[in-house]
């Protein structure tokens, strides 16, 4: 006897970014640094500032953007999955929190850290749950608000982050090739040392010397980070499709985190895939963390390119060092 495998597919998607913009020439006034540095170090224009509230409240917009999208309402939402490394507090749970906010009354929530590979890693937690048949409609969210967390004299990186949220919903299908079909996830926890933020939790507690040491910032050696990321992120595209027996031909989409162009290039790249396949919003929004990939692919939906049938392959390299990618047939009619 067959039995078909149950697949968690996309069924929904929405982002929330907020108004105030941050250009390349702002930050000129306030760091020794020069748009065409940014542009061509990093890809990056501008980035979106969250002014009032908290990551909750990106998350919390998103939803409601998908919600609206998808013509459900919260209350059929069964769990909620939030990846965030700015949470609004330590507890409870930023998941928590947006529960409240979009009146989520019948859904469980909880958060999922994994840095700039967060909204992969709670991608795949989430279908877990779909794949085993206990819950139907999940939502998974990645929101930061790194503006809270980065240091706007530090060159190094203050031109790097920036504020969004974005979000997809998960439901069953029988189709066994629709939705997510294979992941590859990793991580590697010496990384701790080229990339953290050390302050606050229960190793550094705040005290006026951990503030006056600048603990509760990011801190990255760009350098360092850039090398893993180039050769983390290609390799693990390439390795899912290897083992999925694709080539560049048969991938519609790359959808890349969003730290630096470049990594994105080389990417492309050793995937074979055409310049043209590739979703690329980093000149408009920076590094949103684990908001980058479900912005991309709410704003590429929105505009009518990405298609049902599509073969997309999600990658991500964050800190940790956290990596994935994740091979999904689309099946959401577009919208255009
Ligand atoms: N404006 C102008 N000059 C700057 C600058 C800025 N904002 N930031 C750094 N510089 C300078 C440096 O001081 C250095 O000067 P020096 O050669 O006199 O010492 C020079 O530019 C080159 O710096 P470097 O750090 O080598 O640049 P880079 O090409 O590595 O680019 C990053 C820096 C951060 C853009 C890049 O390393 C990067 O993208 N890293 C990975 C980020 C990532 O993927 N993170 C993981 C997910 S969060």
Redesign the pocket.
């Known amino acids: 006897m067959s039995m078909s495998k149950r697949r968690a597919a996309i069924t929904a998607v929405g982002h929330y970014v907020p108004e105030k913009v941050l250009s390349n020439h702002d930050?000129e006034k306030i760091?020794?640094?020069?748009d065409e540095?940014?542009r061509t170090?990093?890809g990056i224009i501008e980035r979106r500032i969250l002014e009032h509230g908290a990551t909750s409240d990106l998350g919390a917009g998103a939803i409601q953007a998908l919600l609206k999208n998808r013509g459900v309402s919260a209350n059929t939402v069964d769990l909620i999955v939030v990846a965030t490394v700015t949470p609004d507090m330590f507890f409870p749970s930023t998941s928590c929190l947006i529960q409240e906010k979009v009146q989520a009354k019948n859904a469980f929530a909880f958060d999922l850290s994994a840095?700039?590979s967060g909204f992969l890693f709670a991608l795949v937690t989430a279908a877990q749950f779909i794949e085993n048949g206990s819950y139907r409609r999940v939502v998974v969210v990645g929101a930061d608000k790194m503006s809270s967390i980065t240091d706007y004299t530090d060159?190094?990186?203050?031109?790097?982050f920036g504020d969004a949220a974005g979000a997809v919903m998960l439901e069953p299908t029988d189709d066994p090739d629709a939705g997510i079909l294979d992941h590859i996830l990793r991580c590697d926890g010496s990384g701790e040392r080229t990339?953290h933020m050390r302050g606050g939790g229960s190793l550094n507690p705040a005290t006026h010397e951990t503030v006056d040491k600048k603990l509760h910032y990011i801190y990255?050696d760009?350098?360092a980070?850039?090398k893993l990321?180039v050769v983390g992120m290609a390799d693990i595209s390439a390795e899912i499709m290897e083992r999925n027996h694709l080539t560049g031909k048969d991938v519609d989409w790359l959808v890349p985190?969003q730290?630096?162009l470049?990594?994105i290039d080389a990417t492309r790249e050793r995937m074979g895939l055409d310049k043209s396949k590739v979703m690329i919003n980093i000149q408009k929004y920076g590094?949103t963390?684990a908001a980058t990939i479900p912005l991309c692919l709410s704003e590429w939906w929105q505009t009518g390119k990405l298609r049902k049938g599509q073969t997309i392959v999600l990658a991500a390299?964050?800190?940790g060092y956290t990596w994935g990618s994740v091979l999904i047939r689309w099946t959401l009619e577009n919208a255009a």
């Open positions: 930050l760091v020794d640094t020069n540095w940014i170090r990093t840095a700039c060159r190094n990186t203050c031109i790097l990339l990255q760009g350098k980070v850039f990321a985190h730290a630096n470049r990594i590094n963390t390299f964050g800190a």
